[in-house]
């Protein structure tokens, strides 16, 4: 019995890693330290760290470039992106473009609706039609209020016509559109 499962372990010792990376590639092979946080496919379960997959490529490497040369602020980022030279950051970018964006559940409650209304009201414009600016559909209503409030607080730039936007959304207006974009077709779901 030894004799069989000891080579059978071996073998799948080294099939397991190029099974993974199948046709993938090396952009796979090395964002797997981002995975830990990001999820398998860039998806994250509702929290305080965004989904990447389906961003714009140009968004995703501006924002990574940014980590790493301090511009932007993150909590383990910053670290995260020192070493990496460009090539590197493009080709992450580049993975996580091409995976599938998060879908919305279609929702009938007032909230939804309302969510819905204001995003297109007020986001929908910079958000689905500009290549450097973050896709915002089915991301976490936690990331969400955590960037609003850092950009609030200055602690993030915010755009001007970002601040113009944000101006008109408060209280139940913003929670609406946060648990509209995270993709809860009722509120509960999102708290």
């Given amino acids: 019995m030894r004799v069989v499962i000891g080579p059978l372990l071996i073998g799948l010792f080294f099939a397991v890693p190029s099974l993974q990376a199948g046709s993938l590639g090396e952009p796979f092979m090395l964002s797997n330290g981002c995975i830990n946080c990001h999820g398998f496919e860039g998806q994250r379960t509702p929290g305080a760290i965004p989904s990447l997959s389906g961003q ?17 602020k993150g909590t383990i980022m910053n670290r995260a992106m020192e070493g990496y030279d460009d ?3 493009k080709q ?3 993975y996580y473009s091409r995976l599938p964006k998060g879908a919305l559940e279609p929702g009938s409650s007032r909230a939804h609706k309302q ?25 976490n209503a936690g990331y969400m209020q955590g960037v609003l409030t850092d950009m609030a607080t200055g602690q993030r730039a915010m755009p001007q016509d970002m601040a113009s936007a944000m101006s008109a959304l408060k209280g139940e207006d913003l929670q609406h559109l946060l648990a509209y974009l995270q993709g809860c077709a009722q509120e509960a779901a999102c708290q």
């Avoid at 819905?116 to 039609?129: D, V």
């Fill in 56 to 72: 714009s490529q140009a968004y995703l490497y501006k924002t990574l470039l940014a980590y790493r040369d301090g511009t932007l």
């Fill in 92 to 94: 992450f970018a580049a």
């Fill in 115 to 139: 969510g819905e209304r204001l995003y297109a009201q007020h986001c929908s414009s910079c958000h689905e039609q500009q290549a450097d600016t973050p896709y915002i559909k089915g991301q």
């Fill in 87 to 89: 090539q590197t950051l």
